[in-house]
């Protein structure tokens, strides 16, 4: 039978909690649709700082390239905040992403009827919300040259970054951006800030470029901050988003709220070729660290997305989606989306609740 290698990198704070919920959930599928998979654990982040003294070592690059596919937990905490640039956990996780070669991050909302209640937003504005984030992943300020710390003419000190795309980068993640709406609504908004930034006026003038390519895809265009107020006013305009790293990773987060809570969103981070890297889209919430509170969904939810992405099984993927709507659907909910009426539980008793489903559905084929 089938079989995969699949990188585990649970990092810090509540992602050594997640993951081990989503790693059950991988193995029981598997045994299900009859195909195998070995884990390699493998530290990332402050764990590795705090290990062997880098946030990536070099075999969890490794591990991670020659695996079919990676699931991340979440890096980052307090104890690290104040480590020099290259010892942070975060700079760990950005060179995985430029390691991998992963451009195109993509981040899914959608609100599910179990949960209209849990979004901040009132019920008619948030329930049938289905959007997807396409976030350019490797370029941008995050990875923009010049950069660094400096001294001005004044002698006052001075940090700076560069926003840059070329049009390689720009171009390839329109396409994806492209392709992604043609296969749900056939809308596609790019978002940018073309009234003042030259690396935005190139994005909006590629992306235009290449829309008739896609005849098929109605292309609109949107200024960031306008973007953002959009997305609580109304955000059922919107069906799927392309835009920069910077700006996928705030608009991002804002639509997760839509949903109910951070802790339901899944991505997945896509390369031309070579293996992708899944990973929630929160981060190590290190103020509910170890106190088995974490919301595991968003982890299981980019599991699922591994197995639709990263290995092409479907089915093993559509398991985990339905056993998430049926625990919800069975009323167990953790304290983020928790309401009156609900059944209040951990990370672990989450988790064992989904297995519970997946054992007791099968999805239609
Ligand atoms: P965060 O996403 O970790 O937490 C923000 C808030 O959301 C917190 O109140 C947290 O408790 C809550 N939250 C997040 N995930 C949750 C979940 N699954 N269930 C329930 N509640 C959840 O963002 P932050 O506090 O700004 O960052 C904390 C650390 O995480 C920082 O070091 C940051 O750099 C890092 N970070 C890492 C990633 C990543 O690994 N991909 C992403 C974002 C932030
Ligand atoms: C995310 C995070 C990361 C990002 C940080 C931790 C580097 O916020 O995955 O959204 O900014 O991309
Ligand atoms: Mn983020």
Not at 127 to 136: I, K, N, P, Q
Not at 179 to 208: H, I, P, Y
Not at 284 to 293: F, L, T, V, Y
């Amino acid at each position: 039978s089938k079989s995969y290698n699949i990188t585990l990198l649970p990092g810090d704070g509540i992602g050594p909690e997640v993951i081990s919920v989503a790693k059950n959930a991988l193995q029981l599928v598997a045994s299900l649709e009859e195909f195998e998979v070995a884990f390699e654990e493998m530290p990332m982040g402050g764990a590795a700082l705090d290990a062997v003294g880098v946030p990536l070592p070099d075999e969890t690059l490794k591990s991670a390239k020659q695996s079919d596919a990676t699931l991340l937990g979440a890096i980052g905490g307090y104890k690290w905040d104040n480590n020099a640039k290259h010892l942070k956990p975060e700079t760990g996780l950005l060179q995985l992403r430029k390691g991998l070669q992963v451009f195109a991050n993509l981040r899914p909302a959608t609100v599910l009827p179990q949960l209209v209640d849990a979004s901040t937003l009132k019920k008619e504005v948030a329930e049938g919300v289905d959007l997807m984030v396409v976030r350019e992943l490797t370029g941008g300020i995050y990875f923009g040259k010049p950069r660094g710390f400096s001294t001005d003419e004044n002698g006052e000190e001075i940090g700076f970054n560069t926003e840059v795309y070329a049009t390689y980068e720009i171009d390839r993640i329109a396409r994806i951006a492209f392709e992604t709406a043609r296969k749900r609504r056939g809308k596609l908004c790019s978002v940018d800030k073309a009234n003042v930034l030259e690396a935005s006026m190139l994005w909006r003038k590629r992306v235009t470029a290449l829309a008739s390519e896609y005849p098929d895809v109605e292309l609109s265009h949107m200024y960031v901050d306008n973007a953002a107020m959009q997305l609580v006013r109304n955000p059922k305009q919107f069906d799927t988003i392309v835009t920069n790293n910077i700006f996928g990773d705030i608009l991002s987060d804002e639509a997760s709220m839509i949903t109910g809570s951070i802790g339901m969103l899944p991505s997945a981070s896509l390369g031309a070729s070579g293996p992708g890297l899944f990973e929630p889209i929160h981060g190590s919430a290190p103020d509910i660290a170890g106190q088995d509170k974490a919301n595991p969904l968003a982890t299981m939810l980019s599991a699922a997305m591994l197995l639709k992405y990263g290995l092409g099984e479907e089915k093993a993927a559509r398991r985990i989606e339905a056993a998430v709507l049926d625990t919800l659907n069975r009323g167990f909910r953790t304290g983020d989306i928790h309401s009156a009426g609900h059944k209040l539980v951990g990370c672990k008793e989450m988790g064992e609740e989904v297995l519970k489903s997946i054992d007791s559905k099968t999805p239609a084929a």
